[in-house]
């Protein structure tokens, strides 16, 4: 599957119905996805729905420039980079998660990945986190679309699976009462398979780092690729430079 789509019937509709606006409405679960021999994978809307958390701040800390939030929930992680002085959109296929995400103070559009984005190519951060590197069913293909919208020099910050594990699957979106969703492509990725996905793709791997038992992976694109090992310094210079690029990049991001 090369898009999720988000017409009506298409696989993105399953994040536009119930019961996953309902929870998200609701700002707690239960909720899952479940496969078709009756697998479930909890949803942590609880911990979507509130303020970032440890794990969290480890990403946040390590975003640049402006900030493109693919599958963005609703919104804590948008959120908190606007209040940090950063350019940030939030993107999601649910109605439900871009209202809370607007009503939170940040910026949101209801799109898929796959949909034309503003900004295209001009994204200095890229976040795939809470399990969006599934987003679709396909990573390599996910990745390459990526590459398409984050600027050159820029990065992708992906959440993997906590086990080595690299499946393609059909889910639906199910909660504890009986409701489900459509049925919609999925995958889950581990830090070994996310590798070889980046690679396939052409990005590279940056570094890594694990908190709170989250697996997180930074991916760049280029030739000799540089590992951030000083990050606090790199922090430093980077608000330096927000307030130059706040103006230049209000007006070439807009939709």
Aim: proline residues 6%; hydrophobic residues 40%; positive net charge.
């Amino acid at each position: 599957m090369n898009a999720l789509d988000t017409r009506e019937g298409g696989p993105g509709a399953a994040w536009r119905a119930d019961p996953y606006n309902d929870a998200l409405r609701a700002g707690r679960g239960p909720l899952f996805l479940r496969r078709s021999d009756g697998w479930l994978l909890p949803l942590e809307v609880e911990r979507w729905c509130e303020a970032p958390d440890t794990a969290d701040w480890s990403v946040l800390g390590r975003c640049r420039g402006a900030v493109l939030d693919i599958g963005c929930g609703p919104g804590r992680l948008v959120a908190a980079l606007a209040a940090r002085g950063h350019r940030a959109l939030g993107i999601d296929v649910s109605p439900e998660a871009v209202a809370r995400t607007v009503r939170s103070g940040a910026s949101a559009l209801c799109r898929s990945v796959f949909d034309p984005l503003p900004g295209e190519g001009r994204w200095d951060t890229s976040l795939l986190i809470d399990g969006n590197i599934g987003i679709g069913g396909d990573p390599t293909a996910l990745l390459r679309r990526m590459a398409a919208v984050t600027a050159p020099g820029g990065v992708l910050i992906a959440e993997c699976a906590a086990l080595e594990v690299d499946e393609r699957c059909e889910v639906r979106v199910v909660d504890g009462h009986g409701s489900r969703g459509a049925p919609f492509e999925w995958a889950r990725v581990g830090v070994r398979a996310l590798h070889a996905h980046a690679e396939a793709s052409g990005w590279g791997t940056l570094r890594q780092w694990t908190v709170q038992g989250r697996h997180f992976v930074e991916l760049g694109r280029g030739p000799q690729l540089p590992v951030r090992r000083d990050l606090s310094r790199f922090m430093t210079t980077t608000n330096a430079v927000i307030s130059k690029m706040a103006a230049s990049t209000s007006a070439r991001l807009r939709p």
